[in-house]
């Protein structure tokens, strides 16, 4: 059984930085791509990036474009999101995801095969 932990949540004032993990145990085969999503509260789970690691393509959406980067490392089961510029509106608990096989929505929750519980990132104005 996958298990997903993030870390690196917290407090930040707009404008500011945060870099979020997400580490991976118990995997007995490679990922084939990894995800962060995001849920404020009152609102459904929203797409934020992803990585397919045979090609390193990583995808955004709109709204972070610019200012979030997804990197990491399938060898070391990592995945990273790199957030600048942070915007109140950014806040949501963060949710990282393993997709391991078979058809692949990027933006697609129900396409992830693993969740991790997921990391409060609060921005203040």
């Known amino acids: 059984q996958v298990q997903l932990v993030e870390s690196g949540g917290g407090l930040v004032q707009a404008g500011g930085s945060l870099r979020l993990s997400c580490a991976a145990s118990g995997r007995t085969f490679r990922s084939y791509a990894m995800g962060w999503f995001r849920q404020a509260p009152g609102k459904e789970r929203e797409f934020v990036a992803a990585?397919?690691?045979?090609?390193?393509?990583?995808y955004y959406a709109d709204s972070v474009k610019g200012r979030f980067t997804i990197s990491g490392d399938n060898a070391k089961n990592t995945v990273y999101l790199q957030m600048n510029s942070l915007k109140p509106e950014d806040t949501a608990v963060y949710y990282c995801?393993?997709?391991?096989?078979?058809?692949?929505?990027?933006?697609?929750?129900?396409?992830?095969?693993?969740w991790g519980q997921g990391t409060q990132v609060t921005v203040s104005s």
């Open positions: 990585i397919r690691w045979s090609s390193d393509i990583t």
């Open positions: 995801a393993d997709h391991t096989g078979g058809t692949w929505y990027p933006q697609l929750s129900g396409t992830y095969d693993y």
